[in-house]
């Protein structure tokens, strides 16, 4: 499960859209966060199919930290996957793109005192220390990148390099997903960067409270065809670089999540690390065949299920039954 942290400027709308994403209020403690069930229509078929006695969707965690950039809501932002940045699109004196920009800028701020703060402590550890050296020729360069401007993702850092910086959980080297919070009825406003999503923050809040066809209807009429939480989501899981594949049986049918490119052994690392660790084979097959072989039985019967080795990269949608040994 990862987790997502909203931030916004004042009067952005951060929290009404937490509220809109979640359908919850303050959850009391020093941030507000909410479980929810990443949509799926696949995991009903697949219920119905094999009449599992459960059905288990993937999850996302929302966090909405009040008081925003303080320092101990940087603090919390430093330990989320990802930032859903809400910029305010609605009311006359909208300007969007400078809203993100400043942002922007407040994130970046964050990241050079942290990393300044780093130096300090670097440099004295680096004497005699060819590995102090190398963290403070690390930082530095970070720092530099910082000071003019420019979020760390714009480095051209090496795995060691990045595996060393996320060490200092930076804001801006975290995937950023835009949200636009426009009016009832609004577009996505020119000039944001690609894979930024309009939602109306005050619209989906009085959705939220109704039944399922009720919502559809009135989203429908302000010219809504998705409800806020599946477009959030599906932005979350591109910025995060996320697949969703897929099990099945009579126990359970469950959805989960795992970086685009994995193998199957790290894909049954998801599962268990008994596993990954023991991994012999994988069963796999697409969503669609398995629907249309009628079940897996019926899939293992007429020879649609491939058996496939640590090498198999898992593709989205895809329903594996793993074989393992410890």
Known sequence: MKDVGIVGLP??????LFAALTRTGAS???????????????????TAMERSKKTVPA????????????????????QMDALCLVVRAFGEDADTVRELGALSDELVLADLASVDSGLVKARKKARGSPEGKMEVQLLERAHG?????HPLREGSFDATELKLLKGYGPLTLKPWIVVANVEEGGSLPSGLPDGAVAISAALEAEVAGLSGDDAVELLAGFGVEEPGLERVIRACYGALDLITFLTTGEDETRAWEVRRGANAPEAAGV???????GFIRAEAISYDD???????????????????GKEYVVAEGDCLHIRFAV
């Open 59 to 78: 999850k996302v965690r929302f966090v909405d930290v009040p008081g925003g950039l303080t320092a101990q809501g940087v603090a919390e932002f430093r």
């Open 11 to 16: 009067y952005s709308g951060k929290s009404t």
């Open 290 to 308: 398995l629907v249309a072989a009628g079940s897996w039985d019926d899939a293992k019967r007429k020879g649609f299920l491939r058996v496939e």
């Open 271 to 277: 599962i268990h690390s008994d596993l990954e660790r």
């Open 28 to 46: 009391g403690g020093r941030s507000n966060q909410a479980v929810v069930d990443v949509p799926d229509e696949r995991l009903g078929v697949l």
């Open 145 to 149: 990148l910082l000071e003019a401007e």
